[in-house]
C-alpha cells in the first residue's frame, strides 16, 4: 500500500508496536484495579485500552512525536512532548467526568496515566537513541556529484530513521576523488563501480548522471543487480525519502515509463464521490458559523462578505474561487495581481483570525458541490501567475490534469508560499501527489491538514 511505501516502515512499526503498548498498558492494569465482575470488566477494558492509546497517539501527533529525526533530549522535542501527554491527560479526565465508568475511578486513571506516561517517555527516548545509534541497514553510493546528489545524500544524512547511510559518490573526474561532497567523500571514479561496491559492502546504488550516454557503466550495474543490489536512479530514491519529486533533472521518460502519474477515471470518480460527500456534510456542520462570521467582517471592514476570484482548474479551465473576505476591499486596486505575504498589511483584524483558523476558505465547500474542485489536490492558482509559472517551471501545467484542493500534499508539507522559488518547491510537492494519487493519500493528507489547523502551522 502507498502510505507504507512512503512512511519509513521503521517508523510505522514504531506507531503500531506504540499502539500495542498503550493498549496493554492500561488494560492490564485496568483490568487489575477494577472491582467489576470480569465478564463485564473485560469489554469495558478493551473499549477504555482503545480510546486511551488513541488519545494518547493523537496529541503525540499533533506535537510532532513521531518525527523521529529529533534528538532526544532537545528542548522543543521534551516541551511538546510534555505537552502532549498533559493534554491527553486532561481530555482522559474530562471524558471520565462526562461518562462516568467509560474508565476506571478517577483515582485509579491517575495512577495509570502516571504509568503511562512513564512508558512512553523511556519508549520514545529510547526510539530516539536507536535510530540516532543504531547501525543503518542500508548502505548507499551516489553515481554522481550534481544537485540532485548532494540533495538527496543531506536528505538521507538528515534522516537516519530511514536506515540508510550514503558511503560516499563516484564521479568522472579525477580531481574530485577524496573531496567532501555534503560529508561523504567522492570515493572513485565511474569505471571502478564494483571494486568501490564490494569494498564499502553497498546495498544500494544510486544513479544521478544527466548526461548517461558512454558514462553509465550498463553491464557493471547489471551484474550487481544479479547479485542482489539494489540499482536505482537518483530521482526516484528522492521522491521515496522526501515525499516530492525534484524537477531539476527531471526527464519526460522517467514519467512515462514509470509507476505512477496513472490517473484514471476510476480514482477520479471516487475522489469527487467522497469530496461531494463530505463536502455537504462539513458545509451542514459549519452553516450556523455563517451569519456570526458575516456579522463579524460587517463590522470589522466595509464591503461583501464573500470574496470571488478567478483560479485555474482542471485542464486549465477557469472557476470562480468563493473564501469569506479577509482583506480590505479592492486591495490589489493600485498594484494588481501580486503575491499574498505571510504578514500582508491588507489582511484586516478579522482576517487575520479567519486566515490562522482557516475559516476563510470554509466557503470552497460550496466549490466542491459545484464540481469546481476537490477535498484534496494543487491549490488552484490565479491566471495571471499560471501563466507566468508555466513559462518559468517546467511540468507547471501538470498540476492541472486533476481538480484543485481546498488542502493538498503541498499544503501540509510546506509553508506559506509567496514567491517563484516557493512555487517550484510545491510543484515537486504536487507532481508527487498526482504520480501517487489514491484514497490512502487523500486521507493522509486529511489528518495531518487537522494536525496543520490545529496548531496553526502551513499554508
Known amino acids: 500500500m502507498y502510505v507504507l511505501r512512503y512512511l519509513a516502515f521503521q517508523k510505522?512499526?514504531?506507531?503500531?508496536?506504540?499502539?500495542a503498548l498503550l493498549f496493554a498498558c492500561f488494560f492490564t492494569d485496568s483490568r487489575q484495579l477494577s472491582s467489576a465482575t470480569p465478564a463485564a470488566s473485560l469489554l469495558s477494558s478493551l473499549s477504555s485500552s482503545f480510546v486511551v492509546a488513541i488519545t494518547f497517539q493523537l496529541f503525540?501527533?499533533?506535537?510532532?512525536?513521531?518525527d523521529f529525526g529529533t534528538r532526544p533530549f532537545a528542548s522543543k522535542f521534551l516541551k511538546d512532548f510534555v505537552q502532549a501527554i498533559v493534554f491527553a491527560s486532561a481530555v482522559l479526565f474530562a471524558i471520565q467526568l462526562l461518562i462516568p465508568g467509560m474508565l476506571v475511578d478517577p483515582t485509579n486513571l491517575a495512577i495509570i496515566l502516571v504509568i503511562i506516561s512513564l512508558v512512553l517517555v523511556t519508549w520514545h527516548v529510547g526510539i530516539r537513541l536507536y535510530f540516532r545509534t543504531s547501525n543503518p541497514r542500508s548502505n548507499v553510493l551516489i553515481m554522481g556529484t550534481g544537485p540532485l546528489a548532494r540533495a538527496l545524500a543531506t536528505e538521507i544524512l538528515q534522516h537516519r530513521e530511514l536506515g540508510l547511510a550514503v558511503r560516499g559518490f563516484l564521479d568522472d573526474d579525477p580531481s574530485l576523488v577524496g573531496v567532501s561532497i555534503v560529508n561523504p567523500k567522492v570515493l572513485g571514479l565511474n569505471a571502478e563501480l564494483r571494486e568501490i561496491v564490494e569494498k564499502n559492502q553497498i546495498h544500494n546504488v544510486v544513479v544521478e548522471l544527466r548526461d548517461r550516454r558512454g558514462r553509465l557503466p550498463v553491464d557493471e550495474l547489471l551484474e550487481l543487480k544479479m547479485r542482489g543490489i539494489a540499482v536505482e536512479e537518483a530521482t526516484s530514491v528522492y521522491e521515496r525519502v522526501t515525499g516530492k519529486i525534484a524537477i531539476e533533472s527531471l526527464k519526460p521518460s522517467w514519467m512515462v515509463f514509470g509507476d505512477g502519474?496513472?490517473?484514471?477515471?476510476?480514482?477520479l470518480i471516487q475522489k469527487q464521490i467522497v469530496s461531494f460527500s463530505a463536502s455537504s456534510l462539513l458545509l451542514l456542520l459549519c452553516l450556523p458559523l455563517f451569519p456570526l462570521i458575516a456579522l463579524l467582517i460587517k463590522l470589522d471592514s466595509s464591503g461583501p462578505v464573500f470574496f470571488r476570484q478567478d483560479r485555474v482548474g482542471q485542464g486549465g479551465k477557469t472557476f470562480s474561487l468563493l473564501k469569506f473576505r479577509s482583506m480590505c476591499q479592492d486591495a490589489e486596486r493600485d498594484s494588481g495581481p501580486v503575491w499574498a505575504r505571510a504578514d500582508d498589511k491588507r489582511v484586516t483584524r478579522l482576517g487575520k483570525l479567519l486566515r490562522r483558523t482557516r475559516l476563510d476558505e470554509v466557503p470552497q465547500l460550496i466549490n466542491v458541490l459545484r464540481g469546481d474542485m476537490s477535498l484534496?489536490?494543487?491549490?488552484?492558482?490565479?491566471?495571471?501567475?499560471?501563466?507566468?509559472?508555466?513559462?518559468?517551471?517546467?511540468?507547471?501545467?501538470?498540476?492541472h490534469s486533476v481538480k484543485p484542493g481546498i488542502t493538498g500534499w503541498a499544503q501540509?508539507?510546506?509553508?506559506?508560499?509567496?514567491?517563484?522559488e516557493d512555487a517550484v518547491e510545491k510543484l515537486q510537492y504536487d507532481l508527487f501527489y498526482i504520480k501517487n494519487i489514491s484514497w490512502a493519500l487523500d486521507l493522509l493528507i486529511l489528518l495531518n491538514t487537522v494536525k496543520t489547523v490545529l496548531v496553526r502551522k502551513g499554508s
Open 12 to 19: 510505522v512499526g514504531v506507531v503500531v508496536l506504540e499502539h
Open 60 to 66: 503525540l501527533h499533533l506535537k510532532d512525536a513521531y
Open 261 to 267: 502519474f496513472e490517473v484514471s477515471r476510476r480514482i
Open 376 to 399: 484534496v489536490g494543487p491549490r488552484p492558482e490565479r491566471p495571471k501567475f499560471v501563466q507566468d509559472l508555466s513559462d518559468t517551471i517546467p511540468f507547471y501545467a501538470l498540476r
Open 412 to 420: 501540509i508539507n510546506y509553508r506559506y508560499g509567496n514567491s517563484v
